[in-house]
């Protein structure tokens, strides 16, 4: 340890009280027992430890660090660090911003919702902490960001032709027109909200339009079954055309469970348009990420959502 | 005048060969459009075949967790496969109110399912006995000509003994219904016998994102149990 004379002078004062105290300390434990005495030992000793880091301390300040010790001292932040980097890793595609600011504690959504990045013939599916293809932990907006790890979110993507290998075939390759037929007419109050999920399909971006036609042997009903579905869909193909298909809405579950009846049925039924176009059930998307997943909330997703549309375009042969 | 006569011949020959050339190319064009005709009849004719066959997709209810899965089941059991069969049936119910109501006449709710007569072994909730027989249907099947193709559907294989989470129909000789096909049934395994709380029941479906234990079975019974079942 360098001893500076700045650090003797205020050493010589520390000690001088230390030793005031001492005094003042030493009439009053007269009559301690012994294990009080030597409490008191403890309690001299812990404030010469604390003179000698104040010499220390002393001894640094005197020092005083060139700018290049200064720069390499490692400080241990008193004030918890709450704001974090979190860089978002495309995975071959592409996404701005490329890094975002978040706080510890808060959630991956706060201040703005994860982007959403974009891949030429890929449907993304959601951000991991990992880069691995499968496994890791999906991040949500509504993730908490952790003390550690989950600094770098990665995109996954998915083959995006989840379908039956089955389509349409089309005359015109920006038009697939695809006619259907309710028969019987649906109970009071379904033809609009299904009428809907046609609109909802025909507004999106891809080659399908919907559209009745009195002609059509593609019949869609709804009844009350003794069945556990809400919607049911037969396809009749050759090769890798569907020629026919029947529709059916189970009235009696969809009534029972809906909680939004009109935004319900218009869910089911996009749904089974979806199914009636070519695409398969979902389950790798988000709950809400495809009108073709089972686990999305009925009473709020009516519009098929962008990872469908993506799908139908390559499907189509559109992307 | 023999040269003249060989000089002849040869020119015939070749007359009569090149005719007979371009004759059979002609031929040849000709088989080539009617082998490609025939073609065209071949695939017609496949088509026709595959047209016979017909997939079938539902869009079925999911459940978050064991308990809203077992609110909705009229009955959960633990059961024997005994046998299995394909039948046509009706499933249209009578409207329970004028949101259901539809003009049926002309509406064909016939489907084609696949039945299997299930034994009970045990009753973890509903209106049912140990040693009843009961039947569940799954969409799909193959009748006479007619193939039903159903990816979703979970085999109830014969001999197998299983936890079903059931939807019971209050229609005489109606099958009852899996709750979905992803998250409805189960593997007993018997072997497990020491019935540790949290031995997890084997998903007959694999894309299943619940987890059924012991202990969640034994809950639904205790339950049940106080609600008076």
């Keep these: 340890m360098k001893i500076t004379k700045k650090a003797l002078l205020l050493l010589a004062t520390i000690m001088s009280l230390l030793m005031l105290s001492n005094t003042v300390f030493a009439n009053d434990i007269i009559n301690y027992t012994d294990d009080e005495t030597t409490y008191f030992s403890d309690e001299i000793s812990y404030i010469c430890d604390e003179v000698s880091y104040a010499f220390d301390e002393i001894n640094y300040i005197d020092d005083e660090p060139s700018e290049t010790e200064f720069a390499n001292t490692e400080y241990e932040s008193i004030v918890p660090l709450t704001n974090v980097t979190i860089t978002l890793n495309p995975n071959g595609g592409s996404v701005s911003p490329t890094s975002i600011l978040r706080s510890i504690g808060s959630t991956f959504g706060t201040g703005g919702s994860l982007p959403t990045p974009t891949r030429s013939g890929r449907v993304f599916i959601a951000w991991f902490d990992t880069s691995a293809i499968t496994g890791g932990t999906r991040v949500h907006n509504n993730t908490i960001v952790p003390a550690s790890g989950m600094r770098t979110l990665f995109a996954r993507w998915t083959d995006p032709v989840r379908h039956l290998g089955y389509w349409w075939p089309s005359a015109n390759a920006n038009t697939t027109n695809v006619p259907l037929r309710f028969s019987p007419q649906p109970p009071s109050g379904w033809q609009t909200p299904m009428n809907n999920a046609m609109s909802n399909w025909n507004t999106r971006d891809t080659p399908i339009n919907f559209a009745t036609n009195s002609n059509s042997t593609n019949i869609v009903s709804v009844g009350s079954l003794a069945a556990t579905w809400y919607g049911e869909i037969s396809i009749f193909y050759s090769g890798s055309n569907i020629n026919e298909f029947s529709v059916n809405l189970n009235s009696r579950t969809i009534t029972n469970d809906a909680t939004n009846l009109g935004n319900f049925i218009t869910s089911v039924f996009a749904h089974e348009l979806g199914h009636a176009i070519g695409l398969v059930d979902n389950p790798v998307a988000s709950a809400d990420g495809s009108i073709m997943n089972h686990s999305r909330n009925r009473n709020t997703l009516t519009i098929p959502t962008a990872y469908d549309v993506t799908s139908v375009n390559i499907l189509y042969s559109r992307n | ?229």
């Design chain 2, 1 to 229: 005048m023999r040269k003249f006569l060989s000089a002849s011949a040869i020119l015939i020959c070749l007359v009569f060969l090149g005719a007979c050339s371009t004759e059979n190319t002609f031929e040849a064009e000709s088989a080539i459009g009617f082998t490609e005709a025939e073609t065209m009849e071949v695939e017609s004719t496949i088509g026709a075949t595959e047209a016979e066959t017909m997939i079938v997709m539902a869009d079925f209810p999911h459940y978050n967790i064991i308990e809203h899965l077992a609110t909705n089941a009229t009955e959960i059991v633990r059961v024997e496969v005994i046998d299995e069969r394909a039948e046509k049936i009706n499933i249209w119910m009578s409207p329970a109110n004028e949101l259901e109501d539809a003009d049926f006449g002309t509406f064909d709710a016939y489907r084609i399912f696949t039945v299997n007569r299930i034994r009970v072994l045990e009753v973890f909730q509903g209106d049912v006995n140990v040693g009843d027989v009961l039947e569940v249907k799954q969409i799909g099947g193959r009748m006479n000509d007619s193939v039903v193709i159903n990816h979703d559907s979970v085999p109830l294989v014969v001999g197998d003994d299983l936890v079903l989470f059931l939807q019971s129909y209050d229609i005489e000789g109606m099958p009852a219904c899996l709750l979905n096909p992803t998250q409805s049934a189960y593997r007993f395994n018997e072997n497990a016998a020491i019935r540790d709380d949290n031995t997890e029941l084997e998903s007959l479906n694999p894309q299943n994102d619940l987890t059924l234990t012991l202990n969640d079975l034994a809950q639904i019974s205790r339950n049940n149990e106080v609600l008076g079942e």
